[in-house]
């Protein structure tokens, strides 16, 4: 069965939209008017355009700015998917489909990739998306200078350049069967060439919302763009943004409608939400999870038994049915989702099991252990709560686990990575290559337990390049069993994404499941109904 055939398939039982089809078929190299010619079924309902949308979010920091290199939030994440354009954008069904670029194709070996920009973009300004504006924005990542997080997506880039203004060919060091993916990371909007570099600092994009106001802490303000390329995106007049990190905060400003939707719903307030009239809550199961983060390059964390005895003292079923309320499951230490492509079911499951945690700590040379943990709600949403209840499970174990409660504000630029055993979040990534990338990879940036691990490492690249399957699916499971028995990462527990709107809001149809709140691309795919 061709591409196309499934794609049709796909839309007659109702699994994509018609948006989704035309995307994916535009990716496939095909003009939208072949994929629109190619529908046969009832034309859809147009969403309604205008409004004023308000959204309270759980996160945001005095500490955030507009360089997309060094974002790390669910705030600057969503503001930046809403005034940014991207090369590729993650569907609702978790697929790669066309942005800025609106096909591509790569070498049979997946080591050379051309890219073909969509004509007549403009950035806010009015100015032409070229490719040299592309390329000036993936080098923004690359080089030893970048500070960027996206330094490891890009990093296998041998080579880029122009053919023409509207095509870029990358050329990689290997091959990668996941590049378009990469391409779709929030730290790597298109923006607009400015010298050597590119100009972050203005906040001009090219996205279906243009950045009127951003007070790092506290909001943003933003508004339609009315020249965007696309006309079934981006349906508000005018967007205004919240950071809420208290999570009374949040769900107050829902109920007196002083927002119309929040992110990281207090679980202890479904029921409450649940009942009030005007309301819906949605709970959506992804690739999120909680972890606990020790630094290897630290002591006592730079002893794998320690690491382990720590592993076997988090009773993780109590933080999935105290924590998240049933909203998640068991995590298994490793960032790898049990719906993702290539996880691991056949890995055996760390138990909570204090008598195993007292006989690492033996091969380790300790009778007893005391150690701090760093934790606050920025973290997620009753970290300080879990970190309680891993003390309590740690006691049993002989280890003594000092929960040291840190302030909201600054948690991410103060804490994290700075205190050698924290609470955090991560969202996850769409494929196993940039999710490991990302966080794993020894000496990346955003390697927030500082692992090496040299077979790890090996196993990246082989895997990236690797086209058969059956054999990918080898090092991704090796891969995750590393993780798991050698790094640094507790990752007791995998949350669903929960958050709650109004019902005068019209979802466009099922939600993306990569980011919280429809991928974070409610700004776009939203309207008032």
Not at 411 to 425: E, G, H, R
Request: with cysteine.
């Amino acid at each position: 069965m061709s591409d196309i055939d499934q794609l049709k398939n796909k839309l007659a039982r109702g699994e994509i939209s018609r948006r989704e089809f035309i995307s994916r078929m535009a990716a496939l190299g095909l003009a939208t008017t072949t994929a629109g010619a190619l529908w046969s079924g009832p034309a859809l309902a147009a969403q309604k355009k205008g409004g004023h949308f308000r959204v309270g979010k759980g996160h945001g920091s005095t500490t955030d700015n507009l360089d997309p290199g060094n974002w790390e939030n669910g705030f600057t994440i969503s503001m930046g998917f809403a005034f940014h354009g991207y090369l590729t954008e993650i569907g609702k069904d978790g697929s790669v489909q066309s942005g800025v670029a609106e096909s591509w194709e790569s070498s049979p070996d997946a080591a050379i990739w051309a890219l073909k920009l969509r004509k007549g973009i403009t950035f806010h300004n009015g100015k032409p998306v070229t490719s040299a504006d592309v390329i000036a924005s993936i080098n923004y990542h690359r080089g030893e200078d970048s500070t960027s997080a996206a330094g490891p997506l890009v990093a296998d880039i041998k080579n880029l350049k122009a053919d023409g203004a509207d095509t870029v060919v990358f050329t990689l060091e290997g091959g990668n069967a996941d590049f378009p993916f990469a391409l779709s990371d929030y730290h790597m909007p298109v923006m607009p060439a400015k010298g050597d570099s590119v100009d972050w600092e203005s906040g001009i994009g090219c996205g279906v919302y243009r950045l009127d106001e951003f007070k790092p802490g506290i909001g943003a303000k933003l508004s339609r763009n009315a020249d965007h390329w696309a006309n079934d995106r981006g349906f508000f007049d005018s967007i205004e943004m919240l950071a809420l990190t208290d999570p009374n905060a949040r769900t107050t400003a829902l109920l007196t409608d002083d927002v119309d939707a929040i992110d990281r719903v207090d679980l202890k307030t479904v029921a409450m939400l649940k009942r009030k009239a005007g309301h819906t809550v949605h709970s959506v199961a992804g690739t999120q999870h909680y972890t606990f983060a020790m630094s290897c390059n630290q002591k006592p964390y730079d002893d794998v038994n320690v690491r382990l005895a720590l592993k076997h003292a988090v009773n993780r079923q109590e933080l999935v049915d105290k924590i998240l309320l049933g909203y998640g499951v068991v995590g298994n230490d490793h960032p790898i989702g049990p719906g993702q492509r290539f996880f691991n079911k056949d890995l055996p499951q760390t138990p909570y099991d204090p008598d195993k945690a007292k006989f690492y700590l033996k091969k380790s040379g300790l009778d007893s252990l005391e150690v701090s943990l760093s934790a606050a709600d920025a973290a997620f949403a009753g970290a300080v709560d879990a970190a309680v209840l891993f003390q309590n499970s740690a006691s049993k174990a002989g280890i003594k686990l000092n929960v040291l409660r840190e302030p909201n504000d600054g948690y991410w630029a103060d804490v994290w990575m700075k205190k050698p055993f924290s609470a955090v979040y991560w969202s996850g990534r769409p494929t196993e290559d940039s999710m490991f990338s990302t966080a794993f990879k020894s000496g990346v940036a955003w390697n927030d337990t500082f692992w090496s691990n040299k077979r790890f490492d090996e196993l990246l690249l082989k895997a990236r390049a690797e086209l058969e399957e059956s054999k990918r699916r080898e090092m991704y499971y090796e891969m995750q069993r590393l993780v798991n028995q050698d790094g640094g990462l507790i990752a007791p527990m995998f949350a669903s994404y929960v958050f709650a709107t109004s019902n005068k809001i019209d979802h466009g149809g099922a939600f993306g499941s990569n980011w919280d709140m429809d991928g974070e691309r409610w700004a776009e795919r939203w309207s008032f109904a």
